[in-house]
């Protein structure tokens, strides 16, 4: 239907009520004015007026929508995070309540799973656990019962709130981007952990009330106690019942950069996806000792001391033995930016046997300790790594680096 | 340009060197991979180096675990977490993949780099 404005200076009242009766598809409109110009200026100001009024209406809908998610979105931060209540004992029963409200029950059920499950109880945040990345997720087993409880309660929420829509929500996920992959959602059966269309279910039941037929409560009612652990999965091989625990104390804090959790006394800490020690975690980046660095032995962890430290800060100890720029031909040197850094300054003194091998007690300092100083092309983090304090030039570096390799006898094609 | 021409090609992929041989050493072990082979392991992180395995790829292994490749079509090394180290698309060839080595000053020992 399109709004048409009748501007005429002869009647135009009877011309928009003929026009009417003629075309009740399109809405006629009569301007008061008289004057081409106040009319078109009115025209105009009909115009914006109504964009005002759709933007303020778009705003308050919006503002409105905001009040109704927020509790629930508070909720699923908070219950993601909050410290765990259960016991083992609670969480074993958890898993058994399962079996005996919806398998037992079921004839058919119990033919597939004769016997209760077993459960392994974790402590542990484990990448993509219980899958390695490139293994299929298993099908089957608790998580398909669990699927069909779930299809049919979307189906009572479809028929009760009819403005019910899959992914209407705006998508929630307590774990930020970086951590998506921390817990498989693949195959989870239950916990507080899903994917973000999964969590939809919650705000229309817990939030917006909607009601369900008792078979569906009943699930339900077990559904949610299984928000008070990080996730179930169940291997149907063993017929085990795996369950993520929550940590006693959890958080991702420093703009999603750092990651910390607890299980008892048993700490870890990590810089996004790397494991780090706890004091490299916990130290200001200003009172980082450069020498720590040689107490590091992963090479990912001491790219996160060299990130933390600032390579700057670390270099500025060493000297440029060699450099890229002296070889001009080899672009893939220049690409990586091989350099050599002596760096005997933060080399602490090593012991020195004598000719049978014995420690006398001596420390001997390093007179000249290279480092292979090179920028990784994907991610633009620096690297240092040790090698051997024969290599005076690059060719001797890359050679050391791979086995023996004489590096002027290859084309280094690419390097990433 | 004949000293470019003689010169072996070789690929570096984070820790992992590929060089090119002449020809494959005696004795190795043919490896039945497949989809595709791991050649190098990350402790943190569950990342993994990998070539593709596909019709004209072969890998061989010798006593000592070096790697070993023949391709008669080109192939990929990519990382599993492919934000880690971009793809590299391998040419047709016979190749020795091995890892890269460090020094470490407080063992004054050369080590195998652990990513």
Redesign the interface.
């Known amino acids: 239907m399109a709004d048409i404005y009748i501007i005429n200076s002869e009647n135009p009242k009877d011309i928009a009520l003929e026009l009417q009766q003629l075309d009740s598809k399109n809405n006629y409109v009569v301007l008061n004015s008289k004057s081409p110009k106040a009319i078109l200026m009115e025209l105009e100001e009909l115009k914006t007026n109504r964009r005002i009024h759709a933007e303020l209406k778009r705003k308050t809908d919006e503002a409105e929508k905001e009040k109704r998610i927020k509790p629930w979105r508070d909720f699923l931060y908070q219950k993601a995070f909050e410290p765990n209540k259960l016991s083992n004992k609670e969480i074993e029963n958890l898993c058994l309540e399962f079996y005996e409200k919806f398998i037992l029950t079921n004839n058919r059920r119990l033919k597939n799973y004769p016997k209760a499950p077993n459960i392994n109880i974790i402590e542990e945040l484990k ?2 656990f219980p899958n ?3 293994e299929p997720a298993p099908r089957g087993g608790y998580r398909c019962l669990v699927g069909r409880y779930l299809n049919k309660i979307d189906k009572e929420i479809r028929t009760e709130i009819p403005y019910y829509r899959p992914y209407g929500l705006p998508y929630q996920d307590p774990l930020p981007r970086r951590y998506g992959a921390l817990i498989n959602r693949n195959n989870n059966f239950g916990g507080i952990i899903q994917y973000g269309k999964e969590y939809e279910r919650l705000y229309y039941i817990n939030f917006e009330g909607c009601r369900l037929s008792e078979e569906s409560r009943i699930f339900w009612d077990w559904y949610q106690k299984t928000f008070d652990v990080i996730a179930m999965y169940y291997g149907k091989d063993t017929n085990t019942c795996h369950v993520i625990k929550k940590p006693d104390e959890w958080k991702i804090e420093d703009n999603y950069t750092k990651m910390y959790y607890r299980y008892g006394e048993k700490e870890r800490f990590f810089f996004e ?3 780090v020690p706890k004091w490299l975690y916990v130290t200001p980046a200003e009172e980082l000792n450069p020498q720590d660095y ?1 107490l590091l ?5 001491k790219a996160e001391f060299v990130r933390k430290i600032g390579v700057d800060r670390l270099v500025v100890f060493g000297t440029v033995v060699d450099t890229y720029e002296n070889y001009p031909d080899n672009e893939m040197w220049a690409k990586s930016e091989y350099k050599i850094i002596d760096m005997h300054e933060i ?1 602490p003194s ?1 012991r020195k046997r004598d000719l049978d091998g014995i420690d006398r007690g001596i420390a001997e300092r ?1 007179s000249y ?1 290279p480092f ?1 100083y090179m920028k ?4 633009g983090v620096y690297h240092l ?5 024969r290599c005076k030039t690059l060719y001797d570096a890359i050679k ?4 023996g ?1 004489n ?1 002027k ?8 | 340009m004949k000293q470019q021409q003689d010169k072996k090609r070789m690929y570096l992929h984070g820790e992992c060197m590929i060089a090119e041989i002449d020809a494959l050493p005696e004795g190795l072990k043919h490896r039945d991979d497949k989809d595709s082979i791991m050649i190098a392991e990350s402790e943190t992180v569950g990342n993994e180096h990998r070539i593709k395995v596909k019709e004209g790829v072969e890998f061989f292994e010798d006593a000592h675990g070096i790697l070993y490749m023949r391709n008669t079509v080109p192939t990929e090394v990519y990382c599993l977490h492919e934000a880690r180290h971009d793809t590299i698309e391998l040419p047709e060839g016979i190749w020795q993949i091995d890892k890269a080595k460090e020094y470490d000053y407080l063992s004054s020992n050369i080590i195998q780099v652990r990513d």
């Open positions: 990448w993509w390695k990345l490139w996806r790397i494991e040689l032995q992963n090479a990912d962890v080399i090593r390093f300790a292979l990784n092309q994907t991610t790594e040790g090698i051997h304090p050391m680096r791979y086995n390799l590096i006898d290859y084309d280094i094609k690419d390097i990433k």
